[in-house]
Protein backbone atom coordinates (compact mmCIF):
# COMPACT_ATOMS: atom_id res chain seq x y z
CA UNK A 1 0.00 0.00 0.00
CA UNK A 2 0.70 3.81 -0.69
CA UNK A 3 0.53 5.74 2.17
CA UNK A 4 0.79 9.56 2.21
CA UNK A 5 0.36 11.50 5.30
CA UNK A 6 -0.50 14.87 6.18
CA UNK A 7 0.28 15.56 9.71
CA UNK A 8 0.69 18.03 12.54
CA UNK A 9 4.87 16.80 12.64
CA UNK A 10 6.74 14.07 12.28
CA UNK A 11 10.57 15.39 12.51
CA UNK A 12 9.92 17.39 15.77
CA UNK A 13 8.11 16.12 19.39
CA UNK A 14 8.30 19.34 20.95
CA UNK A 15 5.48 20.53 22.14
CA UNK A 16 3.20 18.04 20.93
CA UNK A 17 2.42 14.42 20.96
CA UNK A 18 1.64 13.84 17.22
CA UNK A 19 5.06 12.85 16.54
CA UNK A 20 5.84 9.99 18.52
CA UNK A 21 2.20 8.71 17.89
CA UNK A 22 3.25 9.22 13.97
CA UNK A 23 6.81 7.63 14.61
CA UNK A 24 5.40 4.53 16.41
CA UNK A 25 2.36 4.07 13.86
CA UNK A 26 4.07 4.89 10.58
CA UNK A 27 7.25 2.54 11.50
CA UNK A 28 5.31 -0.31 12.23
CA UNK A 29 3.37 0.56 9.27
CA UNK A 30 6.01 0.58 7.18
CA UNK A 31 7.78 -2.45 8.47
CA UNK A 32 4.73 -4.44 7.33
CA UNK A 33 5.84 -3.62 3.72
CA UNK A 34 3.52 -0.14 3.23
CA UNK A 35 5.54 2.31 1.58
CA UNK A 36 4.84 5.90 3.21
CA UNK A 37 5.00 9.57 2.17
CA UNK A 38 5.11 11.89 5.26
CA UNK A 39 4.54 15.51 4.17
CA UNK A 40 5.29 18.01 7.17
CA UNK A 41 4.14 21.75 7.00
CA UNK A 42 7.84 23.86 7.47
CA UNK A 43 7.19 25.84 10.31
CA UNK A 44 9.83 27.78 12.57
CA UNK A 45 9.07 26.37 15.74
CA UNK A 46 9.41 22.63 15.00
CA UNK A 47 12.33 23.14 12.83
CA UNK A 48 13.91 24.68 15.54
CA UNK A 49 13.66 21.87 17.63
CA UNK A 50 13.50 18.74 15.02
CA UNK A 51 14.73 15.38 16.62
CA UNK A 52 14.14 12.92 13.65
CA UNK A 53 15.26 14.92 10.49
CA UNK A 54 15.18 12.20 8.65
CA UNK A 55 13.31 8.73 9.64
CA UNK A 56 14.46 5.49 8.53
CA UNK A 57 10.90 4.45 7.86
CA UNK A 58 9.51 6.79 5.44
CA UNK A 59 10.00 9.64 3.06
CA UNK A 60 9.83 12.99 4.95
CA UNK A 61 8.80 16.33 3.21
CA UNK A 62 7.94 19.63 4.03
CA UNK A 63 5.59 22.36 2.33
CA UNK A 64 5.81 25.84 2.84
CA UNK A 65 2.04 26.74 2.30
CA UNK A 66 -0.86 25.21 0.56
CA UNK A 67 0.06 26.31 -2.82
CA UNK A 68 3.39 24.14 -2.30
CA UNK A 69 1.71 20.40 -1.70
CA UNK A 70 0.83 20.91 -5.78
CA UNK A 71 4.64 19.80 -5.71
CA UNK A 72 3.11 16.10 -4.00
CA UNK A 73 -0.15 16.43 -6.19
CA UNK A 74 0.66 13.36 -8.45
CA UNK A 75 1.57 11.27 -5.10
CA UNK A 76 -1.67 12.55 -3.66
CA UNK A 77 -3.66 11.28 -6.67
CA UNK A 78 -1.95 7.79 -6.77
CA UNK A 79 -2.04 6.82 -3.57
CA UNK A 80 -3.72 3.66 -2.26
CA UNK A 81 -4.79 6.13 0.87
CA UNK A 82 -4.04 9.75 1.74
CA UNK A 83 -4.23 10.61 5.45
CA UNK A 84 -4.83 13.96 6.65
CA UNK A 85 -4.15 14.32 10.24
CA UNK A 86 -5.79 16.75 12.93
CA UNK A 87 -4.08 20.62 13.95
CA UNK A 88 -2.62 20.44 10.27
CA UNK A 89 -2.45 23.92 9.63
CA UNK A 90 -4.81 25.34 7.47
CA UNK A 91 -6.40 22.28 7.69
CA UNK A 92 -10.08 23.27 6.13
CA UNK A 93 -7.49 24.25 2.78
CA UNK A 94 -5.73 21.10 2.97
CA UNK A 95 -8.87 18.71 3.34
CA UNK A 96 -10.16 20.22 0.51
CA UNK A 97 -7.35 19.36 -1.45
CA UNK A 98 -6.76 16.27 -0.31
CA UNK A 99 -10.57 15.73 -1.40
CA UNK A 100 -10.10 17.15 -4.28
CA UNK A 101 -7.36 15.36 -5.90
CA UNK A 102 -7.19 12.18 -3.68
CA UNK A 103 -8.06 8.96 -5.83
CA UNK A 104 -7.11 6.27 -3.31
CA UNK A 105 -9.39 5.77 0.22
CA UNK A 106 -9.07 9.44 1.88
CA UNK A 107 -8.87 9.31 5.99
CA UNK A 108 -8.99 11.88 8.67
CA UNK A 109 -6.77 11.21 11.89
CA UNK A 110 -7.96 12.55 14.70
CA UNK A 111 -5.48 12.63 17.56
CA UNK A 112 -7.45 15.13 19.25
CA UNK A 113 -10.98 13.78 18.90
CA UNK A 114 -12.38 15.46 21.66
CA UNK A 115 -11.51 19.00 21.64
CA UNK A 116 -11.92 18.58 17.69
CA UNK A 117 -15.85 17.93 18.45
CA UNK A 118 -16.09 20.81 20.74
CA UNK A 119 -13.87 23.37 18.70
CA UNK A 120 -16.75 22.04 16.36
CA UNK A 121 -19.55 22.66 18.19
CA UNK A 122 -18.12 26.43 19.38
CA UNK A 123 -17.43 27.06 15.18
CA UNK A 124 -13.99 27.38 16.00
CA UNK A 125 -12.41 24.62 14.84
CA UNK A 126 -9.48 25.95 12.44
CA UNK A 127 -8.86 22.41 11.11
CA UNK A 128 -11.93 20.50 10.21
CA UNK A 129 -15.22 21.30 9.63
CA UNK A 130 -18.42 19.08 9.04
CA UNK A 131 -18.39 19.03 5.13
CA UNK A 132 -14.80 17.72 5.35
CA UNK A 133 -16.27 15.19 7.81
CA UNK A 134 -18.84 13.65 5.58
CA UNK A 135 -16.30 14.18 2.70
CA UNK A 136 -13.62 11.67 4.51
CA UNK A 137 -14.16 7.91 3.22
CA UNK A 138 -12.76 7.30 7.25
CA UNK A 139 -12.61 8.70 10.19
CA UNK A 140 -9.69 7.27 12.06
CA UNK A 141 -10.54 8.34 15.80
CA UNK A 142 -8.19 8.74 19.38
CA UNK A 143 -11.73 8.20 21.17
CA UNK A 144 -13.53 5.24 20.75
CA UNK A 145 -16.96 4.38 22.83
CA UNK A 146 -19.97 6.75 21.76
CA UNK A 147 -18.21 9.41 20.11
CA UNK A 148 -17.86 7.08 17.07
CA UNK A 149 -21.73 6.51 16.86
CA UNK A 150 -22.23 10.52 17.25
CA UNK A 151 -19.32 11.11 14.29
CA UNK A 152 -21.65 8.83 11.58
CA UNK A 153 -24.96 9.62 13.18
CA UNK A 154 -24.66 13.64 13.80
CA UNK A 155 -21.51 14.35 11.25
CA UNK A 156 -22.46 11.81 8.62
CA UNK A 157 -18.46 10.34 8.70
CA UNK A 158 -19.14 7.07 6.37
CA UNK A 159 -16.97 5.34 8.29
CA UNK A 160 -15.57 6.43 12.18
CA UNK A 161 -13.11 3.77 13.66
CA UNK A 162 -11.06 3.77 16.97
CA UNK A 163 -7.55 4.01 16.53
CA UNK A 164 -5.69 4.38 19.75
CA UNK A 165 -2.11 5.90 19.69
CA UNK A 166 0.37 3.30 20.03
CA UNK A 167 3.68 2.60 21.05
CA UNK A 168 6.85 1.59 19.96
CA UNK A 169 7.64 -1.24 22.41
CA UNK A 170 11.24 -1.80 20.88
CA UNK A 171 12.03 2.02 22.11
CA UNK A 172 9.86 2.02 24.93
CA UNK A 173 11.19 -0.58 27.68
CA UNK A 174 12.38 -0.71 31.32
CA UNK A 175 15.84 0.07 31.68
CA UNK A 176 17.81 -0.70 34.43
CA UNK A 177 18.44 3.08 36.05
CA UNK A 178 18.58 4.27 39.46
CA UNK A 179 14.87 5.35 40.82
CA UNK A 180 15.23 8.86 41.09
CA UNK A 181 11.94 9.75 42.23
CA UNK A 182 9.21 8.97 43.51
CA UNK A 183 6.41 10.51 41.14
CA UNK A 184 7.10 12.00 38.04
CA UNK A 185 4.69 13.84 35.17
CA UNK A 186 5.39 14.17 31.83
CA UNK A 187 3.25 16.73 29.41
CA UNK A 188 3.18 20.07 27.69
CA UNK A 189 1.50 23.08 29.94
CA UNK A 190 -2.40 22.99 29.17
CA UNK A 191 -4.75 25.18 31.18
CA UNK A 192 -7.38 22.36 31.52
CA UNK A 193 -4.99 19.96 33.59
CA UNK A 194 -3.01 22.06 35.57
CA UNK A 195 -5.70 22.33 38.41
CA UNK A 196 -5.32 18.24 38.13
CA UNK A 197 -1.87 18.45 38.42
CA UNK A 198 -1.93 20.95 41.34
CA UNK A 199 -4.13 18.37 43.59
CA UNK A 200 -2.35 15.62 42.68
CA UNK A 201 1.45 16.29 42.20
CA UNK A 202 2.28 19.87 43.46
CA UNK A 203 -0.02 19.55 46.64
CA UNK A 204 1.55 16.63 47.95
CA UNK A 205 4.66 17.63 46.81
CA UNK A 206 4.28 20.12 49.83
CA UNK A 207 3.16 17.59 52.12
CA UNK A 208 6.04 15.12 51.67
CA UNK A 209 9.22 17.26 51.70
CA UNK A 210 11.06 14.05 51.77
CA UNK A 211 9.90 12.61 48.64
CA UNK A 212 11.30 13.83 44.94
CA UNK A 213 8.82 14.86 42.38
CA UNK A 214 9.24 15.72 38.29
CA UNK A 215 7.59 17.34 36.10
CA UNK A 216 8.70 17.36 32.57
CA UNK A 217 7.58 19.30 29.84
CA UNK A 218 7.38 22.41 27.77
CA UNK A 219 5.44 26.16 28.33
CA UNK A 220 4.89 25.80 31.64
CA UNK A 221 4.33 29.92 32.91
CA UNK A 222 6.77 31.58 34.92
CA UNK A 223 4.17 32.40 37.88
CA UNK A 224 3.88 28.94 39.11
CA UNK A 225 5.21 28.05 42.90
CA UNK A 226 7.05 24.86 42.50
CA UNK A 227 7.91 23.41 45.64
CA UNK A 228 11.62 22.88 46.23
CA UNK A 229 11.43 19.20 45.71
CA UNK A 230 10.18 19.16 42.58
CA UNK A 231 12.59 19.34 40.20
CA UNK A 232 11.39 20.85 36.49
CA UNK A 233 12.56 19.46 32.99
CA UNK A 234 11.74 22.08 29.74
CA UNK A 235 11.91 19.67 27.35
CA UNK A 236 12.33 15.66 27.69
CA UNK A 237 13.35 14.79 23.62
CA UNK A 238 11.43 10.81 23.33
CA UNK A 239 14.62 9.17 23.30
CA UNK A 240 15.41 10.22 26.70
CA UNK A 241 11.64 8.93 27.20
CA UNK A 242 12.05 5.33 28.76
CA UNK A 243 15.09 6.38 31.11
CA UNK A 244 12.83 9.13 32.48
CA UNK A 245 10.00 6.75 33.09
CA UNK A 246 12.22 3.80 34.39
CA UNK A 247 13.54 6.24 37.07
CA UNK A 248 10.19 7.20 38.22
CA UNK A 249 8.70 4.69 41.23
CA UNK A 250 5.37 6.15 39.88
CA UNK A 251 4.15 7.89 37.24
CA UNK A 252 1.27 10.45 37.00
CA UNK A 253 -1.33 10.49 34.11
CA UNK A 254 -3.48 13.68 33.64
CA UNK A 255 -6.25 13.60 31.10
CA UNK A 256 -7.73 16.95 29.42
CA UNK A 257 -10.87 17.86 29.99
CA UNK A 258 -12.93 17.70 27.15
CA UNK A 259 -10.99 13.96 26.88
CA UNK A 260 -12.14 12.98 30.41
CA UNK A 261 -15.51 14.09 29.35
CA UNK A 262 -15.82 12.05 25.90
CA UNK A 263 -13.99 9.07 28.00
CA UNK A 264 -11.70 6.28 25.54
CA UNK A 265 -9.76 8.21 25.35
CA UNK A 266 -6.30 7.08 26.26
CA UNK A 267 -2.48 9.34 25.74
CA UNK A 268 0.30 8.05 23.99
CA UNK A 269 1.93 9.21 27.44
CA UNK A 270 0.05 6.63 29.34
CA UNK A 271 0.93 4.26 26.65
CA UNK A 272 4.50 4.84 26.90
CA UNK A 273 4.86 4.57 30.39
CA UNK A 274 2.75 1.57 31.07
CA UNK A 275 5.56 0.28 28.34
CA UNK A 276 8.49 0.94 30.12
CA UNK A 277 6.97 -1.10 33.37
CA UNK A 278 6.24 2.22 35.08
CA UNK A 279 3.46 1.95 38.07
CA UNK A 280 0.94 4.38 36.35
CA UNK A 281 -1.17 6.80 38.81
CA UNK A 282 -4.17 8.23 36.91
CA UNK A 283 -7.25 10.64 37.23
CA UNK A 284 -10.49 8.90 36.28
CA UNK A 285 -12.70 8.65 33.32
CA UNK A 286 -14.66 6.55 31.39
CA UNK A 287 -13.11 3.50 28.86
CA UNK A 288 -9.94 3.67 31.15
CA UNK A 289 -10.92 0.44 32.95
CA UNK A 290 -11.92 -0.77 29.69
CA UNK A 291 -8.17 -0.47 28.48
CA UNK A 292 -5.90 -1.38 31.85
CA UNK A 293 -7.38 -3.27 34.84
CA UNK A 294 -8.00 -1.22 37.86
CA UNK A 295 -5.78 -1.80 40.86
CA UNK A 296 -3.52 -4.98 39.07
CA UNK A 297 -2.70 -2.89 35.84
CA UNK A 298 -3.04 0.66 36.85
CA UNK A 299 -3.99 2.64 39.79
CA UNK A 300 -6.97 5.83 39.93
CA UNK A 301 -6.97 9.24 41.90
CA UNK A 302 -9.05 12.29 42.21
CA UNK A 303 -7.29 13.25 45.14
CA UNK A 304 -4.18 14.40 46.31
CA UNK A 305 -4.38 11.66 49.80
CA UNK A 306 -4.91 8.92 47.71
CA UNK A 307 -1.72 10.31 46.09
CA UNK A 308 0.17 10.11 49.37
CA UNK A 309 -1.21 6.75 50.21
CA UNK A 310 0.22 5.49 47.05
CA UNK A 311 3.50 6.73 47.47
CA UNK A 312 3.96 5.23 51.18
CA UNK A 313 4.05 2.25 49.61
CA UNK A 314 5.34 0.31 46.53
CA UNK A 315 2.49 -1.44 44.34
CA UNK A 316 3.40 -3.75 41.46
CA UNK A 317 1.21 -2.63 39.04
CA UNK A 318 3.57 -1.49 36.35
CA UNK A 319 4.85 -5.33 34.79
CA UNK A 320 1.01 -5.84 34.66
CA UNK A 321 0.62 -2.56 32.50
CA UNK A 322 3.62 -3.51 30.19
CA UNK A 323 1.95 -6.65 29.60
CA UNK A 324 -1.63 -5.16 28.61
CA UNK A 325 0.58 -2.97 26.29
CA UNK A 326 2.88 -5.94 24.48
CA UNK A 327 -0.66 -7.63 24.20
CA UNK A 328 -3.24 -5.15 22.69
CA UNK A 329 -1.34 -1.92 22.14
CA UNK A 330 1.76 -1.95 20.78
CA UNK A 331 3.07 -0.58 17.05
CA UNK A 332 2.34 -3.17 15.27
CA UNK A 333 -1.39 -4.34 16.87
CA UNK A 334 -2.58 -0.43 15.79
CA UNK A 335 -0.75 -0.33 12.62
CA UNK A 336 -2.75 -3.95 11.86
CA UNK A 337 -6.13 -2.12 13.44
CA UNK A 338 -5.17 0.70 10.34
CA UNK A 339 -4.91 -1.95 7.51
CA UNK A 340 -8.24 -3.63 8.59
CA UNK A 341 -9.80 0.38 8.71
CA UNK A 342 -8.25 1.49 5.41
CA UNK A 343 -9.40 -1.64 3.50
CA UNK A 344 -12.73 -1.82 5.17
CA UNK A 345 -13.39 2.06 3.83
CA UNK A 346 -11.94 0.79 0.57
CA UNK A 347 -14.42 -1.98 -0.22
CA UNK A 348 -17.32 0.47 1.31
CA UNK A 349 -16.00 3.30 -1.25
CA UNK A 350 -15.43 0.95 -4.19
CA UNK A 351 -19.05 0.66 -6.10
CA UNK A 352 -18.72 4.35 -6.92
CA UNK A 353 -16.78 4.74 -9.72
CA UNK A 354 -18.36 1.98 -11.16
CA UNK A 355 -21.45 3.89 -10.56
CA UNK A 356 -19.72 6.90 -11.48
CA UNK A 357 -18.61 5.36 -14.90
CA UNK A 358 -22.42 3.92 -16.06
Known amino acids: MNLVVLGLSLSSSWGNGHATTFRALLSA ?14 VPWYAAHRDLPDPDFCRLEFYDDLAGLDRWRQEIAQADAVMVGSYVPDGIAVGRYVQRHARG ?3 FYDIDTPVTLAALRAGTCDYLDPALI ?29 LYCSVDTARYRPLDVPKRWDLSYLGTYSPD ?24 GPQYPQDIDWP ?32 MQAGWSPSVRLFEAAACGTA ?12 FVPNREILFADKGEQIIAWLDEDRPVGPAGRARILAAHGADSRARELERHLADAADTRAPAPLAAAS
Request: net charge negative.
Open 228 to 259: ANVERIEHLPPADHPAFYSASRYTLNVTRADM
Open 193 to 216: RQPTLEALLLAPARLMPEKRFVVA
Open 280 to 291: IISDVWPGLSDL
Open 134 to 162: AGYDLYCSFTGGPTLGHLEQHYRSPMARA
Open 29 to 42: FAARGHDVLFLERD
Open 105 to 107: VTA
